[in-house]
């Protein structure tokens, strides 16, 4: 069964350092996600992209983050200074259409921030 | 805007006994209800989705899930619980736009 992986599984970064985080979704599938879940709190919306754009962001996604699908299989979320309060497992996912959906979830990429 | 509450933050439950995790959400508009489990240092997994048709859905691994439009629940359920079922579950709910609104989760804990 296909799945969504990412990459690391685990992060570790100075505070002030750039890191990106990687994800290869589903193949057919054309709306991608990234989501955070700080430890001890809910899942958390960041974006979703679709046709090359964001389609959509949270507050939480401010000039500090962004998004690329650098080529046909990755999608990428960089964070170009990291903060102590980004510490969170940063979850990607995928579908094939929007909203009735069900979206497919990675592993996770754990970030700590020092 | 969609939110989900998820009232219990932890469940205990002796093996094979039923159980009953609950999901409350608002929304002003129509929604589509998702049950995600969460095994330890794992992603999130689908175990059931409600889109329409039936309010009772069932899922992978026994369990179920009932939506009831003038509550607004879709409380999961599974009527005998393994040990094996110990994880975090999170309902989400999504409507107007692709995003996921996630519950606070339930930590199910079934003991021997």
């Known amino acids: 069964e296909p799945e969504v992986t990412q990459t690391p599984s685990h992060q570790v970064t100075q505070m002030g350092q750039e890191v990106i985080l990687r994800c290869v979704p589903i193949s057919n599938h054309l709306y991608f996600y990234w989501y955070r879940q700080i430890l001890g709190q809910k899942v958390e919306f960041l974006v979703s992209?679709?046709?090359?754009?964001?389609?959509?962001k949270s507050e939480i996604f401010d000039d500090q983050f962004s998004v690329e699908r650098p080529d046909g299989s990755n999608f990428t979320l960089k964070i170009r200074s990291t903060k102590l309060e980004d510490s969170a497992m940063y979850f990607c996912?995928?579908?094939?259409?929007?909203?009735?959906?069900?979206?497919?979830f990675g592993p996770g990429t754990r970030l700590t921030v020092l | 805007a969609q939110s989900v509450t998820q009232l219990d933050s932890q469940v205990p439950v002796f093996e094979e006994a039923p159980v009953e995790l609950r999901c409350n959400y608002s929304s002003s508009v129509s929604v589509y209800l998702f049950w995600y489990v969460q095994y330890p240092n794992q992603g999130l997994q689908l175990l059931l989705k409600y889109l329409s048709g039936s309010t009772l859905v069932k899922g992978i691994n026994g369990f179920e899930a009932e939506f009831n439009k003038s509550q607004t629940s879709f409380h999961l359920r599974k009527p005998s619980v393994h040990i094996s079922d110990t994880a975090e579950y999170f309902c989400?709910?999504?409507?107007?736009?692709?995003?996921?609104?996630f519950g606070s989760g339930t930590k199910l804990n079934v003991k021997p």
């Open positions: 996912a995928s579908s094939a259409g929007q909203r009735r959906n069900t979206q497919y």
């Open positions: 989400a709910v999504s409507g107007n736009f692709n995003k996921f609104y």
């Open positions: 992209f679709y046709n090359n754009e964001i389609s959509e």
